[in-house]
């Protein structure tokens, strides 16, 4: 019986050894290939993920404005209406192109009609690539598809209101309307529209024609802000210049760089940029007033022809303006620049006080500008016969 039972024992014993034995069989080895197996796939991976990337960085390194400038060099020419170089500093302007791109430029000078009928008259045949505009025409620019949409790279730093939403343009600086007043001959220098009435003025204030000129269009909408209008209401302005010329005091001198320096114009009705830039360039004393019961701002909007021959120096144009470099070149001009750049303290203490525009008004509904400016040209009609 013991025998039995030893012998079952000793069976017992081999058998669990045996187990045990498979138990530890080599399977760190598969492990150990397997391991191996996943890094090699794993480097491979890594290596295509590094190559793409390699890829794509050098896509994004193609500086745009590089392509943009071969194009504009490729075309060979910049032609554009409305930017002389005795205009809010497009001499300077002019200068920083040629200095940068070295590409030739041909200006036509026109007002803001003339500019409108131009384009008109070459749709689909284009001459100009770029213009400068009154903001009053820009609603006119889009509806009668005048421009092309472009954003420039400053895009997001113009305000809402200065810009076409969907890119067709945008504007680079603003002015506001006041009167230059010529100190030699004026002896009482006024400060209102209440005061041009005054009998002393008579014969001597002069402006452009609101039917031709932007300018002259926006000093009649300043004029209906001053006694009481808006641009919704333009009639005050007209009012107020029917009794101007029924008191004479509108001469028929019409207030360019030739007449005011020869004397010929004592008070001037335009923005005061002009003013300030003709003050400084001709060496007169000319004294520039915002009329204190209020007048209205005025953008100035810049875009490229829808027809434009050459397209490319136009973008690059307008990437200039609206660089810190072009906003500054504005600024020389005695233009408020639309984006928010520091000026050099020398030149900003050449500017009027802030409190001068304080009674400044802004109007932001350009549809609404649009027929005020028609409804200004038709009046004036009616005023000068």
Known sequence: MKNRIVLSL????????????????????????????????????????????????????????????????????????????????????????????????????????????????EAGAGVADITDLGVNFASQVVEDGLSQAYKHAYWDEIPDYAKDADGYWSAAYWGAIGFCVNTDLVENVPTSWADLLDEQYKGKVSMKDPRKSGTANSVVLGAAFGNGG?????????????????????????????????????IALFWDFSCLSKAESLGMPLQLVIPSDGTVAGLYTQF????????????????????????????????????????????????????????VSFPKEFSVLTEAAAQIAEGWENIAQ
């Open 10 to 121: 000793i069976i017992i014993f081999a058998m669990m050894i045996a187990v045990s034995a498979c138990k530890t069989e080599p399977a760190p080895v598969v492990e150990e290939v397997e391991e191996v197996e996943v890094e090699e796939v794993e480097e491979v991976e890594v290596e295509e993920v590094v190559e793409e990337v390699v890829e794509e960085e050098v896509v994004e390194e193609v500086d745009p404005m590089e392509v943009l400038l071969e194009g504009a060099q490729a075309e060979g020419e910049i032609v554009s209406y409305g930017l002389p170089d005795d205009w809010v500093n497009y001499g300077g302007m002019w200068e920083l192109w040629d200095a940068a791109y070295g590409i030739p430029h041909l200006d036509t000078d026109m007002g803001s009609g003339e500019i409108i009928a131009a384009l008109q008259a």
């Open 230 to 266: 808006d641009e919704t209401n333009v009639q005050p302005g007209l009012d107020y210049f029917a009794k101007m010329f029924e008191l004479g005091q509108v001469n028929a001198v019409s207030p360019g760089t030739s007449a005011i320096q020869a004397g010929e114009v004592a």
């Open 304 to 359: 490229i022809a829808a027809d434009a021959p050459h397209p490319n120096a136009a973008k690059l144009m307008l990437e200039l303006e609206f660089s810190d470099a072009g906003q500054l070149a504005y600024a020389q001009g005695y233009t408020h620049p639309i984006r928010d750049i520091e000026l050099p303290a020398e030149l900003a203490a050449k500017f009027p006080p802030p409190e001068d525009y304080e009674n």
